[in-house]
C-alpha cells in the first residue's frame, strides 16, 4: 500500500484500529475448529437389508445388452444336477415247502424247505406229489448282498416226532443261488401230529455292526400217523382194545379146540352124504 504524499509511513499505521487483529485472529481460530470438528464426527451405522441391496437383473440371451458382451459373461451358468441313487430292487424268491402227509408209525420220511429263484413270477398253489404236500409262496429278499452277508436260518418245531437235526439251521444266502433245508422224522405213535417250520433272515454288516434278524415265513403243517393197518390213532386204539378183549374171552387153548371141532364136524357131514 502507497502512503499518500505528505504522509510517513508511521503515522499511516497508526490510523489501524488496535482491536482488528485480534477479532482476526479469533475468526481463523473458529474457523479451524469448525473444519476438524466436520471432519472427525461420528459415523452413522447403516445395517443392511433385503430391501437395501441391490439385486442385478437377469440378462436373457435375446437382449441386446447380452448380445454386446463376451460370450463367456452372456451365459448363466446352469446348477449342477444332484445325483440320486437308484432303490435297491428286492430278490423275487419262491418258497417251496414239502412234507408227508400221512406216514406209517415207526417208519421214517422227510419235511424238506427251498428257497430257489423266482424267475418266472408264478407261485404253484399247495398240491399234492406221490403222497406228500407241496405248498408254495412268493417272497422277496432285500438285496443288501453288497453291503451284508445274508444268512438263511430255518428249523422244524414238531412235537410228538423224533426230529433231526434238531434246532436251528443255517445256510449263507447268496445273491441268485437256491438254498434247501431238510429234517428227518419218525413217529412212535399212532396219530395227528402239527408242528410250524420257521425260516429267518439274518443281516451282518461287513463294515461291522449289530445285525438284524427278521422272519421271513411260518408255515403250519400237520402230520397223520398211522399203524400198519393205515388207521389213525383214535381208530388203532380201538381196534387195540377190541383185540385185548376178544383174547382174553377166547384163550389160545379154547380156539384151538373149536377150530378142531368144527373140522371134525364138517368131515361127518361129507361122510354120511357118502
Known sequence: MTAPPGLSRKRMVGKWPGWLPLVALGMLLAASVFCVRSSTGPVEQVELTAESLVIAPTISAE??????????????????????????????????????????????????????????GTVTPTAQVGGNLLEAQSVQIPNLYDTHTVVAEARLDLAGLEVAPGGDIAEALLPGQPVSFAWSIRPTDPGAYQGTVWLHLRFLPRSGGDE?????????????????????????????????????????????GWGWQLIRRRRGVHAKQA
Open 212 to 256: 438284524t434278524r427278521r422272519v421271513l415265513s411260518a408255515q403250519r403243517i400237520e402230520i397223520q400217523a398211522v399203524n400198519f393197518l393205515g388207521l389213525g390213532g383214535s381208530a388203532a386204539r380201538v381196534l387195540g382194545s377190541v383185540g385185548t378183549v376178544v383174547g382174553s374171552v377166547f384163550g389160545l387153548d379154547n380156539l384151538v
Open 63 to 120: 437382449s441386446p445388452i447380452a448380445s454386446a458382451l463376451p460370450a463367456q459373461l452372456s451365459q448363466t451358468p446352469a446348477p449342477a444336477a444332484v445325483s440320486t441313487p437308484s432303490p435297491l430292487i428286492p430278490e423275487n424268491r419262491l418258497l417251496v415247502l414239502e412234507w408227508p402227509a400221512r406216514i406209517k408209525a415207526g417208519d421214517a420220511d422227510v419235511v424238506r424247505l427251498t428257497l430257489e429263484m423266482d424267475e418266472f
